[in-house]
């Protein structure tokens, strides 16, 4: 259930415990850029690497591609960026905030999204002015809504002053490296469609209003995957792809009960059909993921476009077409947050608060620490660090000397270590060591020789 308050914890939490930082803080920080801390970073890295398991490593028909975030110019006319790629801006006469008018409608109720024309938003915002507030100086008297094209522009190449004269682009999407690479994947490898391209990397977009953390932001990680299709089967392989994706998410280790399907009803004229994943966040549902059937649109567009013809034709059969497809593409950082938010947990332990991350052990940053009971006695921390080395190449572990055992289980608790092993006494005598549980903080006793299959049970 939607709780803005849970927010501003995971935001905290976020920045205390090196997950997530403004970026650029000592200057003041830049708006709607952030970096990603030490254990923001691990979590980032162990999401990535299970989206690459599920989507390309467990797949016979999908392969992996790491195309450049610069590209021909003309990739971005070709795709609609440079024509289309816009969200609806107005201003605040009076401050002069700038706005995205759609989202500004959302939150109050009123149904608008980003391919809404500019007269409809136009008429929506005059219709609705009285309840219309700048989230800057809670003024009502704004300039009409005008399309702002979110392309990053930059200067690769360009050695004169002008820059707008044939702008180099920052990818805004990592698609179309995908759609543009489709030839040669088909020329040199053995996929023959139906068959996937998957890519990871950055995206870059002019967002008018980037709130809320993580969600939105100018500078962004993408996981994209692109199915090629006959036309025929474009469908057949679209309900195959939702289930994918539906199931990526439970095997997330999800709280299902917090994420929906959105069907768009407000199609690109190319698309057949649309869906987003949506996921609870604490100001309500909002897309994580979108799951889109897109028809032969980005394959036709850039044959039109580079003289080159994309169309296939089947080993098989001899058929000719130019294939369909399919996409699922999703954000890391998005992801991140939703993740964090689904995970933040609390309860009470000896009248205290505790904050604890129910993060899955594929996920978890430190997926086991080593904790000896005091710093200063040498026998307790030879053998912490022994164990440690023994477990570092199998788990991602953390040896933690801070030498007070109740802030070490606090500090890992945050961070959502699913289990902590402590070396006492007693292991000096009986090479046996305490396995504390995240979530129920339960202790076991456990072999020392027994670690490594303890922890992956
Ligand atoms: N190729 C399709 C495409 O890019 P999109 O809906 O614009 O579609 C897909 O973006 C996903 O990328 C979103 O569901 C979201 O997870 C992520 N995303 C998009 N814009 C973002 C931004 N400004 N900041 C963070 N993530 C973003």
Known sequence: MADIQLLDKVISLAKRRGFVYPSSEIYGGFAAVYDFGPYGVELENALKRFWWLHVVQAREDIVGLDSSIFMHPRIWEASGHVGGFSDPLIECKKCHTRTRADKMLNEMGVEADEKISIEDINRLITG????????????????????????????????????TEDPVYLRG????????????????????IPFGIAQIGKAFRNEITARRFIFRTREFEQMEMQFFTAPEDEMVQYEILRQDRWDFYKALGFNMTNLRWKKHENLVFYAKEAYDIEYDFP??????????????????????????????????????????????SSGVGRLVLAILCDAYSEDEKNGE???????QKTLAPVQVAVIPLARNKPELTQKAKQIFDSLKWNFRSEYDNSGNIGK???????????????????SLEDDTVTVRDRDTAAQERVGVDKLVSFLNT
Request: with cysteine; hydrophobic share 30%.
């Open 128 to 163: 609705n002015n009285h309840k219309i507030k700048c989230p800057q100086c809670g003024a009502n008297d704004f300039t009409p809504a005008k399309k702002f094209n979110l392309l990053v522009k930059s200067n690769l190449g360009n050695f004169t002053d002008d820059l």
């Open 408 to 426: 070490a289980y606090r500090r890992q608790d945050e961070i959502g270590t699913p289990a902590c092993i402590t070396v006492d006494f007693q």
């Open 353 to 359: 608060t505790r904050v604890f991350l129910k993060l």
């Open 173 to 192: 999407e990592t698609c179309q490296g995908i759609y543009v690479n489709f030839k040669s994947v088909l020329d040199s490898s053995r996929v023959k």
């Open 283 to 328: 100001w309500g549902f909002d897309e994580i993921e979108g799951v889109h059937a897109r028809g032969d649109y980005d394959l036709s567009q850039h044959s039109k476009f580079s003289g080159t013809d994309l169309g296939y034709a089947d080993p098989s059969t001899g058929q000719k077409y130019m294939p369909h497809i399919i996409e699922s």
